[in-house]
């Protein structure tokens, strides 16, 4: 069964640092999603992509976050500088042909900011 | 804002079938009741969802009040392995522009040897 796969599953960085997580979505799913997930709290959106481009974004989203699709089978998401506040889990997921399809997840990514 | 309402926990015995109930009284006619379960610290993992009927697939069976302003995720035989997380969420079939899915906390489902 095609899944929703993320790397790397655990990552550590340095507050201030750059990291991208990298996501590749179910083939023939044309809509990618973010979520975050604090320890402990919610699972929380932060973006939808779709055909290029944001087709909408949280308020968690900010400048300092961005999503793209560098090629036909990567999704992913930077963040610029990390705040300690980053740290989180990060899923990716995808839906087939509209917004309202049924999302599947990924296993997540575990960013630790120290 | 949450549109659901779940129990925070609940406990079944392995075997038995655990329910899970959600209530929604605000929902649209236009939207879906989905189910995903979250195992520990996984990604969210889908399960069924429906608009009015009632749905049955091999992991569970989605039973939604004619009214639609509740609904109960049936897992038939729970195993240990279904100890989780299980978040009822609504949802738009149409493209608002709302594509996100609105996780609250959910049930915190515990199977019991």
């Known amino acids: 069964e095609p899944e929703v796969t993320q790397t790397p599953s655990h990552q550590v960085t340095q507050m201030g640092q750059e990291v991208i997580l990298r996501c590749v979505p179910i083939s023939n799913h044309l809509y990618f999603y973010w979520y975050r997930q604090i320890l402990g709290q919610k699972v929380e959106f932060l973006v939808s992509f779709y055909n290029n481009e944001i087709s909408e974004k949280s308020e968690i989203f900010d400048d300092q976050f961005s999503v793209e699709r560098p090629d036909g089978s990567n999704f992913t998401l930077k963040i610029r500088s990390t705040k300690l506040e980053d740290s989180a889990m990060y899923f990716c997921?995808?839906?087939?042909?509209?917004?309202?399809?049924?999302?599947?997840f990924g296993p997540g990514t575990r960013l630790t900011v120290l | 804002d949450a549109k659901t309402t779940q129990p925070p926990s609940m406990d079944c015995a392995e075997g038995r079938a655990a329910n899970l109930p959600c209530n929604h009284s605000?929902?649209?006619?236009?939207?879906?009741v989905y189910w995903y379960r979250q195992i520990h610290s996984q990604g969210p993992q889908y399960i069924i969802h429906?608009?009015?009927n009632n749905e049955t697939n091999e992991m569970a069976s989605l039973i939604i009040t004619e009214d639609r302003k509740s609904s109960t995720l049936i897992l038939p035989h729970a195993t240990l392995r279904d100890t989780a997380v299980y978040y009822c969420?609504?949802?738009?079939?149409?493209?608002?522009?709302?594509?996100?899915?609105?996780f609250g906390t959910g049930t915190r489902l515990t199977v019991i040897p």
């Open positions: 429906g608009l009015k």
């Open positions: 997921a995808s839906s087939k042909s509209t917004s309202t399809d049924t999302q599947y």
């Open positions: 605000t929902i649209s006619g236009n939207e879906y």
């Open positions: 969420i609504v949802r738009a079939t149409y493209q608002t522009g709302a594509n996100n899915l609105f």
